[in-house]
């Protein structure tokens, strides 16, 4: 007899098989959930990706996905052998420009005889172990610090030390070493000190520029609309030529601000602009639920925000944050409309050099090289955050 305090059939009550189910039975165990009855469990408790069956049924499992598929074979089978012979198989590695020119491939020799010209600009070749001591010391803190063991006080500490340690190595002048001025840096270290301080210089300026847009006194929300939209409707080449030019017009006689530092400050404010929105979109995602929680709990403005707030918005936003990060880096090539040489601009001017000068697509690769194995690492290291905050958010 059916228990009248239960509101299940006896049907719901049949105890649930543990071994292996036959997938009829299956199927009909899981008729009140038909979108997953449709994927059914395989043997090994994994689903089976072999690649014929995938290519079937991703690629060739409609006649519009079959003709798209070879039309994609056929382009691929027209350019991929080609370039790869430009690119591989008949390139000269080595030798000069006599030899590139019998070669029927790419021309890498220019990158052998101009690669410290392209990384380091025009400071001074005796001198340019400095700032490739620079450069490594720069990117090995940002390795350290994408790690996640070592975010800890003392990292703080370290980056302090890099970063007086790379102006001792540019800059020279004390400990035996040669004055250079910054008008002789160029290439790599100016594209990568351009790029990381302007992002870790404007990424606190964005988060408080999100928070006073949202702001309930109007003085405050005023200035950063203001400020936002002022930034976000120019483009960051007029920012730039208004740092270089314009800025210096309005200081006093004799009074003079370093170009490198006018450019990194029109780049941080550029770049915070459109990064005060991302942070912004994030803030409009949280839950109102979250904020009245805290106000329950009695927390300040503060302690709301930096506790419970800012950490959910910006896990929410960080892809686009990224996507901004990407953007600075790549902008740094308009540096060179204010007179500063970074990596792409001392890539155009290895190129000036007539024995070398048909060879200028092999350079821009390289370049574009570079360019891409910073920002692919930007991409995956974000992933790697989305992940660890996912993970985390999960529990």
């Not at 690119?87 to 220019?110: D, F, I, P, T």
């Not at 370290?158 to 020279?172: D, I, P, R, Y």
């Not at 959910?312 to 990224?322: C, E, Y």
């Not at 370049?367 to 910073?374: D, E, S, T």
């Amino acid at each position: 007899m059916r228990d009248p305090m239960s509101n299940h059939s006896p049907a719901d009550q049949a105890p649930i098989p543990t071994g292996p189910v036959a997938p009829a039975r299956w199927a009909a165990s899981y008729e009140e959930e038909p979108t997953q009855a449709s994927a059914p469990p395989q043997a090994n408790g994994m689903t089976a990706l072999k690649p014929f069956g995938w290519a079937k049924d991703n690629l060739f499992n409609t006649p519009l996905n079959t003709v798209l598929t070879l039309a994609c074979l056929g382009l691929l089978w027209l350019v991929v052998p080609p370039m790869a012979n430009w690119l591989l198989l008949n390139a000269s590695w080595s030798g000069s420009s006599e030899a590139c020119r019998e070669a029927a491939g790419a021309c890498w020799s220019v990158i052998v005889v101009k690669h410290r010209l392209i990384f380091f600009g025009t400071y001074p070749y005796d001198e340019q172990w400095r700032p490739f001591l620079a450069c490594a010391l720069f990117v090995a803190m940002l390795g350290a610090s994408g790690v996640r063991a070592f975010w800890r006080p003392w990292l703080a500490g370290a980056w302090a030390l890099t970063l007086l340690g790379m102006g001792v190595l540019m800059w020279g002048g004390v400990a035996g070493l040669s004055y250079v001025p910054n008008d002789r840096w160029g290439g790599l270290p100016i594209t990568l000190m351009l790029s990381v301080f302007s992002i870790a210089i404007a990424f606190p300026l964005s988060i408080l520029l999100a928070l006073g847009r949202q702001s309930s006194l109007p003085a405050i929300r005023t200035f950063c609309v203001g400020f936002i939209e002022t930034m976000r409707g120019v483009p960051l080449v007029s920012v730039l030529f208004m740092a270089s030019v314009m800025f210096p017009l309005f200081l006093p006689e004799g009074v003079t601000v370093d170009k490198l530092l006018r450019a990194l400050a029109g780049m941080t404010l550029f770049t915070a602009a459109y990064l005060a929105e991302a942070v912004r979109g994030g803030l409009q995602a949280i839950p109102k639920g979250q904020y009245e929680a805290a106000d329950a709990l009695g927390l300040s403005y503060w302690q709301k925000t930096v506790l419970i707030v800012l950490p959910q918005a910006l896990r929410i936003v960080i892809p686009p944050i990224v996507n901004q990060f990407i953007s600075a880096f790549k902008d740094t090539s308009l540096v060179t409309i204010v007179g500063l040489y970074d990596l792409l601009t001392a890539a155009t001017v290895a190129t000036t050099d007539p024995e070398w000068r048909p060879y200028f697509a092999e350079v821009y690769v390289f370049a574009g090289l570079m360019f891409w194995i910073f920002c692919f690492s930007m991409s995956r290291y974000s992933q790697w955050l989305e992940r660890l905050a996912n993970r985390y958010n999960r529990r």
